[in-house]
């Protein structure tokens, strides 16, 4: 009960924890018969028993809220309130535990509380909300019609063809101007992006020094970034040449075919004695330059994105997103003896979205 009867008939007196009372209802327009509102569950019996242990959570919500301040007060943490030889850590880790602990438990039986109070005493109604029709009245429409010829005869629009028209006129160049825009994006890279600056004897040089190699110069385990002679200075060419040579003991590589696209293309041994070999250094996914190799594995690593490619097994891709192995550099001794390329890359290098077109 909300509300307790005054002896001698005086006004209710209020329950604390109630609503108050709703006033006096002054409607006096007619409501259409509905069904009668449910209220109450179904089942009493169970409904009680629910409503003693939601009752039970939310003491313990209250008592665990009093533990919380308690602990916020009881609980020193600055080392200066410390008492002597007391650990400001220890003194931390102690009041954590105990503010989230309590915190923990009042959130926990609020939470469960109020599903069990849900659940087990509110009735189960079924809701529908009506939707009026999305469409306009016919009528409004018809509105809306009218008061659009009237503004285009007010504004002249309908009478004046020839205002109308040169307006029109006027509008053309705005809307062709996007694909005017277009040119500022600079010419169409044709086959640019097939080829490298790599061909047949040009020297590999190493990077920063600039000193070409024998294939003795290298020792089994190492890798090292290369780039054709001559083009140090040429920012472009460098974006697409550099490439990684890495030195294997005999025996440790394999050969595996090479598809451009569907497309077979080698199934040849590009390497120096079956020992010393050349890859792309741009990433196949979107063109990291590929800069780290591990010694055990044989991997190589791009660190943008972790793309790992098996060094041993024609850098197949065999970690992250790069959707095809790094592209191989053949090889060749030039007369002199030093490292030079065969060929250009058989594969377009870097993101594997310019092999399309
Ligand atoms: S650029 Fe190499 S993994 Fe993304």
Known sequence: MSEIEEPGGTAPRRVIGTPSPAPAAVDTAEKPAGPALVTDPPDKARASRAERLVAALFVLAFVAGCGFIAAYIGLEVGSSNLPAGANAVDAAFRSNLALGLALSVVLLALGTGSMIWVR????????AEERHELASAPGDRAAFKAEFADGAAI???TKRPLLRRTLLLATVPLALAPLVLLRDLGPLPGTSLRYTVWRKGLRAVTLGALNPLRPGDFQPGSMITMIPEGFQDDADA?????????????????????????????SMNWSIDNSLIAYSKICTHVGCPVALYEQTTHHILCPCHQSTFDATNGAWVIFGPAARPLPQLPLMVDSDGYLAAASDFPQPVGPSFWERG
């Open 238 to 266: 460098l974006a697409k040449a550099g490439v990684i040579l890495i030195k294997f003991e005999p025996g440790q590589l394999n050969f595996p075919d090479r598809y451009n696209g569907s497309t077979l293309i080698a």
């Open 155 to 157: 504004s002249q629009f």
């Open 120 to 127: 087990h005493l509110t009735p189960n109604i079924e809701i």
